[in-house]
């Protein structure tokens, strides 16, 4: 059955559910998105995925800094939708805006809630160690990802898994989550489970602050660590050249043999000592270069066993 809907949301992530429910049928009354940032080296205000897509298949869009004014909240409930779909929108929706439509509003969450709410679930699980988590559509409250559990489905976390491959996965799978709790939801088959109040964590943003690698850590932590920040901020270390230090970003690691003083590079593969074990680099970036194998950038920097990475 066609429902009219509200679509809001921000990133590619977000773009991939707006698909879907387009194929399925349903009939987007608008779309609500964050207005375009100021990005590159223009500084040129550019659209968010949603946005493109919406400006692409013809639809109304919305950017409003706040929907926490009663102007904002009238013309929203002016769209009299069935239901509003919220998928990593970015802004705080009020209890007007929550009650407004039919059937409320249907969030999709990266975990398994209560764990990890907030802002940054997928790369915080990855950088916890997790081994497993899950893709979840919520019945949105006024708390912090605190409403009843409508649908789950629960996927693993390789010992390969960055944030970025977690991400595509997850983006896939929620898409189409969303699409069956809604179906689920017009047949009045959908069942709500109240999150527990055990195992609760917050995923706290990202802070930039974090990213660089402390060699001093246990290998199988800063393996976590790396994962969990790749590709975006990328955790970062520092290597002494003729010009000075080089920022270098590491993007993919796994679990090696070897020891030695924290941050000594053990071999030509790029094996680097930690404070408990060893850790290969697979993947790396040097500041203003491409991203190379951990080998290939032995050989272009000259590295020599013994030495350190800061």
């Known amino acids: 059955m066609t429902l009219r809907l509200a679509f809001m949301g921000t ?16 009939d987007i009354a608008c779309v609500y998105t964050r207005a375009p940032q100021r990005a590159g080296r223009g500084k040129k205000e550019q659209k ?6 919406a400006d692409t298949l013809g639809l109304p869009v919305r950017t409003p800094r706040s929907l926490r004014g009663p102007k904002a909240q009238v013309a929203f409930a002016e769209l009299q939708v069935d239901l509003a779909v919220v998928v990593a929108y970015g802004l705080i929706l009020p209890i007007e805006v929550l009650q407004a439509p039919r059937l409320g509003c249907f969030n999709l969450h990266g975990s398994a809630l209560p764990r990890w709410r907030g802002a940054a679930p997928i790369q915080r699980a990855i950088m916890a160690g ?10 949105m409250d006024e708390g912090l990802d605190t409403g ?24 896939l799978i ?14 009045g088959s959908l069942v709500s489970t ?5 195992g609760l964590t917050y995923a706290h943003k990202i802070d930039k602050a974090e990213a660089r690698i402390d060699w001093q850590h246990p290998a199988r932590q800063l393996d976590w660590h790396i994962r969990g920040l790749s590709p975006f901020p990328g955790a970062w270390c520092e290597l002494n050249t003729r010009k000075g230090p080089l920022r270098v970003k590491v993007l993919l ?8 003083d924290p941050g000594q590079v053990l071999d030509d593969q790029l ?34 066993t013994g030495e350190l990475l800061s």
Request: charged content about 15%.
């Open 48 to 53: 968010s995925a949603v946005h493109q897509m």
């Open 253 to 260: 690691s796994e679990l090696a043999s070897g020891s030695g």
């Open 271 to 304: 094996t680097v000592a930690t404070g408990e074990g060893a850790l290969r680099l697979l993947q790396v970036q040097a500041a203003g270069g491409r991203a190379q194998s951990g080998a290939d950038f032995v050989r272009g920097q000259h590295l020599t």
């Open 148 to 171: 009843d559990i409508l649908l789950s489905e629960t996927l693993p976390i390789t010992v390969s898994d960055t944030a970025g491959t977690l991400y595509d996965r997850m983006m």
């Open 130 to 139: 997790d081994t497993q988590t899950a893709v979840q559509v919520m019945q």
């Open 174 to 187: 929620g898409a189409d989550l969303m699409v069956r709790a809604i179906i689920a939801a017009e047949r």
């Open 11 to 26: 990133p590619d992530f977000a773009a991939a559910t707006l698909g879907a429910l387009i194929a399925a049928g349903h």
């Open 194 to 198: 109240v999150q527990s109040a055990d």
